[in-house]
């Protein structure tokens, strides 16, 4: 059945096909996967991507895919993580670069759980942009910055609330901004920050 549509989607980008760019399924829905039409991409260095984010709020998990045309590879095949008191997120994107190669399972590989050494200042709280407090909270994996986002949001499925938190990321998380959010939207107000004041180190 997959072989039968990776076979007519290729069929499909030759009928549209008018130049380097690629031929890509593109959808965005909340919840574990989605399918959509083939779409030729308007950037030749464009990539084709599957993406799956997990959100998990006081206990809750929601979730939003995507397939499409791609073109921030930096984040391609690199599991993004945020872990706070109150929150945690990951987000991968499964990049290839053939017609059509985004329409397979979306599956996303497991976390790194190990502790690294690193510890942030870390806090969550829903309906304010301001934290009470923060706590030590131990960064895992490739997590080598700590995150702080004060600002409006809406996780997949929900209404958008004020949000106050902080903890571990993997570095160059506030390089690469908002950009590489699936499902979750940030509204006007929004600060996303990086600082170094929120390592904490601890002496042996």
């Known amino acids: ?40 991409c308007e950037n030749e ?57 985004n329409s397979g399972p979306m599956e996303v590989p497991p976390r790194n759980t190990t502790e690294n050494g690193l510890y942030c200042k870390s806090c969550f709280v829903e309906g304010s942009y301001d934290c009470p407090g923060y706590v030590p909270i131990a960064c895992t994996g490739d997590q080598g910055d700590c995150l702080e986002f004060h600002g409006d949001a809406t996780f997949p499925g929900g209404v958008e609330k004020k949000y106050g938190f902080a903890g571990c990321t993997i570095t160059g998380a506030c390089y690469v901004g908002f950009s590489d959010l699936v499902g979750t939207t940030v509204g006007a107000f929004s600060n996303l920050t990086c600082p170094e004041g929120n390592k904490i180190y601890f002496d042996n």
């Open 45 to 101: 260095n464009d990539v084709c991507a599957q993406a799956i984010e997990y959100d998990r709020v006081g206990g809750e998990v929601r979730s939003a895919a995507f397939r499409g045309c791609w073109n921030l590879t930096v984040v391609c095949n690199h599991l993004v993580t945020v872990n706070t008191t109150g929150y945690e997120l990951d987000i991968y994107y499964d990049c290839c670069e053939t017609d059509g190669c």
């Open 1 to 40: 059945m997959m072989r039968s549509l990776i076979v007519s989607i290729t069929i499909f980008c030759a009928i549209l096909w008018t130049g380097d760019a690629l031929c890509c399924q593109q959808c965005k829905a909340v919840g574990e996967d989605c399918s959509g039409k083939t779409v030729e």
